[in-house]
Each structure stands twice: as C-alpha cells, then as structure tokens.
C-alpha cells in the first residue's frame, strides 16, 4: 500500500513537472515574438491614404475592381518614394564621407551616397585653414545594388601642406545635388 501512495505521489510529482515546463516554454515562446515596448518608434513621415469606396457598390462585402490600392502621400509635402521599384525620387541626396584618413603618403576619402545613381559626378575641394590654399579633384558616381559611391579620392600629401583642412565633396547628378562636408589634419 505505501508502494501504491509513492507510485501515485512521483506520478503527480511527474505531471506537475511536465506541465510546468510546458507552461514555461509557452510563455517564452509567446513573449519572444511579441515586440519590446522599448523599441524605437521611426516615423517615416509618410500616411496612407485609402481610396473610398464605391458608393454605388450593392452589397458591402463586394470588391470594388476599379478601386486602386493605397497611395502613399508625404505628411511633409515632399514627393513619395517609390516603395516598389526601390528607387527615391527625391530632388535631394544623401550620403556619408565613410573614410578619411592618411594612408601611406595619400589622403583616402571615400563617399557612400544613399541613393542608386546612374550617373554623377563628385567634386572634391580641399581648401587649406592656415594658407587658404585649395587643391581640386574629380570622381564619377558608381551604381551599386541599392546605393552609390564615388569613385574615391586618393590625395597626394605632397599636393597638401601640414595642418587643418576644410574637405568640401559636392555630389551631382542630373537634377539631383548634395554637399558634404568635414575637416581634417594633416
């Protein structure tokens, strides 16, 4: 008889257990996909605006096929991005001087622009802050998968004097312009 109570306390022991992890697995699961309520809210400055629908429609669960799918409009006035094609149709660039440095007597820059270009232009001016003295250099834009670049400025040390410059990269193409600027020491 006491074999009989320990089987049945080991079973419900077992079965406690079991249902434990059982519920413990569930809620981790369930809360790992769940989004943090910390996580960063990005506006992208875009609303959607659904067409209405057709008044002359007879039954309300019917489609309406002449009805488009849902534009999006920018809250800011500018013109849309087209989300399908991957392109942005802005008049506007963007981009980053990614390097910037002195490598082996040369001055390395180089220029991601957010935006795929066909065709461009970059023009580097280096104006020295002591002399006033301006070194000139010229890139053409390269078309990369989802972005662009130019095609990189390696300057000469011995075409710059010792000190601190203004670096002014001005990316052109077609209607499109952006200005990037940043200084160094030489």
Not at 15 to 34: E, G, N, P
Not at 130 to 148: E, G, L, M, R, W
Not at 165 to 177: A, C, F, G, T
């Amino acid at each position: 008889m006491k074999k009989n109570k320990q089987k049945i306390v080991i079973r419900i022991l077992v079965s406690i257990l079991v249902t434990s992890l059982a519920a413990v697995t569930s809620i981790w699961l369930f809360s790992r996909k769940q989004p943090k309520d910390n996580m960063p809210i990005i506006d992208s400055g875009f609303r959607v605006v659904e067409d209405q629908p057709n008044q002359d429609s007879q039954n309300d669960n019917e489609i309406d096929q002449k009805q488009q799918p849902a534009d999006f409009e920018r809250e800011d006035g500018k013109e849309p991005i087209n989300r399908y094609e991957g392109k942005i149709d802005r008049t506007d660039l963007t981009g980053v001087i990614t390097a910037n440095e002195v490598v082996d007597n040369q001055l390395i820059l180089r220029v991601t622009i957010d935006q795929q270009l066909s065709s461009g232009v970059c023009n580097l001016t280096l104006t020295s802050l002591s002399n006033n003295k301006i070194v000139t250099k010229k890139a053409n834009v390269i078309a990369n998968p989802s972005s662009s670049s130019c095609a990189g400025f390696d300057v000469p040390v011995s075409e710059l004097s010792s000190g601190d410059w203004q670096v002014e990269i001005k990316i052109s193409s077609s209607d499109k312009m952006k200005i990037l600027k940043t200084q160094i020491k030489i």
